[in-house]
């Protein structure tokens, strides 16, 4: 009898790549900082605001709205989910503190770190670079198929990024690498069990609400202090859709066998 073939291990080769480039990006913002008067700087931050909300705009819209291929009519879904995730997120959010406990980790970090606005540029590239659907397809399809494609696409797209990013707002954006390695790799050494949740509907409802956050953080970019959006405090909202699937598939199981 010949041997048995073995399943390939879950290597994660797509993650690293995605680290290592916003890593890379990061480092050449940050070059690229060095080189600029402060009120370039600042013209820099305000296109970046603008691109941001750019991105979040058309990942909302990307996960809301279909075309009827058979009519052309553009038809859209999700806005109600959409509203219980802001609301309910938010109400949670608020009442665990969990933008104010971001800022005291970053203040700390910022001190022992020496580095000037870390906690503001660690918190946002996190939210931009993990939220999305090729970061969770991707991760999958890196765990199940072993196929890391889609995540170094992602790595060129948030590489670029990054550049743009570190050079409006610091060095936080090298470190935001840190929990894209530790969330897409989870999604992928999980995949097999994820891969039949996340997918359709449940994680359209996901981006929606998470490209909303991101056009938030565009939003900051452009009015700084004078109207601040606390983005991290809307989160919790991230698990509403999967809360409301999980509710739905009670009542299902329910109505089945009542």
Request: hydrophobic share 50%.
């Amino acid at each position: 009898m010949g041997a048995a073939v073995r399943p390939r291990e879950k290597t994660m080769i797509g993650t690293f790549a995605n680290a290592a480039m916003i890593v890379a990006g990061g480092c050449a913002g940050l070059l690229v900082k060095k080189g600029i008067s402060r009120p370039l700087e600042a013209a820099v931050q305000k296109a970046t605001g603008l691109a941001v909300i750019a991105i979040g705009l058309c990942g909302t819209l990307s996960n809301m709205l279909c075309v009827d291929t058979a009519t052309g009519k553009i038809t859209s879904s999700g806005e109600l989910i959409l509203v219980f995730s802001l609301v309910i997120g938010v109400l949670v959010g608020e009442s665990l503190g969990i933008e104010q406990h971001l800022d005291r980790l970053g203040g700390t970090l910022e001190q022992k770190l020496h580095l000037t606005g870390f906690a503001q540029s660690f918190v946002n590239g996190t939210l931009i670079y993990c939220v999305g659907a090729m970061a969770i397809v991707g991760s999958i399809s890196d765990g199940l198929l072993h196929d890391p494609s889609t995540l170094i696409t992602k790595g060129v797209l948030d590489g670029i990024t990054s550049i743009v990013l570190a050079a409006g707002m610091g060095p936080g954006v090298i470190f935001s690498a840190i929990p894209v390695l530790l969330y897409q790799g989870a999604l992928t050494l999980g995949a097999g069990l994820l891969a039949p949740v996340l997918q359709g509907e449940l994680l359209r409802e996901i981006c929606a609400a998470g490209y909303i956050l991101v056009g938030c953080i565009g939003v900051n970019f452009l009015a700084g202090e004078s109207y601040h959006i606390k983005v991290a405090n809307f989160l919790p909202g991230l698990l509403v859709p999967a809360a409301w699937a999980g509710c739905k598939a009670l009542l299902a199981f329910a109505g089945v066998f009542a």
